[in-house]
């Protein structure tokens, strides 16, 4: 059985492990092992980020819609609940939207929370 070397393959791995190191400061970037490192550190920030990245904009909208709540004399809690007893399905991206982009619009669910309260 002839011998099989695996040069291009592990030069290939390699160089994937290199590339994913881009960006990094000094030998980080340009040695193996340093590299190597660093890209394995990097992919468990990328996939733990993903998860809090969820939980980071809903508090986010949440401050947004508190913030613009209480221009209206509400408090966060009371315009959700308001809003939950007038049947208003909106969810709290577009509400922080709203709270932001249009303020007459937000101006006019809130008086439709208050009303409900």
Known sequence: ?????SGVAHH???KK???GAKGARGGRSKLYKAAKETA???MRY????????KRDFRRLWITRINAAARLHDL???????GLSKAGVEINRKVLAD???HDPDA???????????I
């Open 17 to 19: 492990i290199v590339a």
């Open 46 to 53: 990328a996939y733990r980020d993903r998860r809090n990245k």
């Open 12 to 14: 290939a791995r390699k």
């Open 106 to 116: 937000f101006a006019r669910v809130a008086e439709l929370a208050k009303s409900n």
């Open 75 to 81: 408090s966060y809690s009371r315009l959700m609940a």
């Open 1 to 5: 059985m002839p011998r099989v070397k």
């Open 98 to 100: 709203l709270a932001v």
């Open 40 to 42: 394995e550190r990097a």
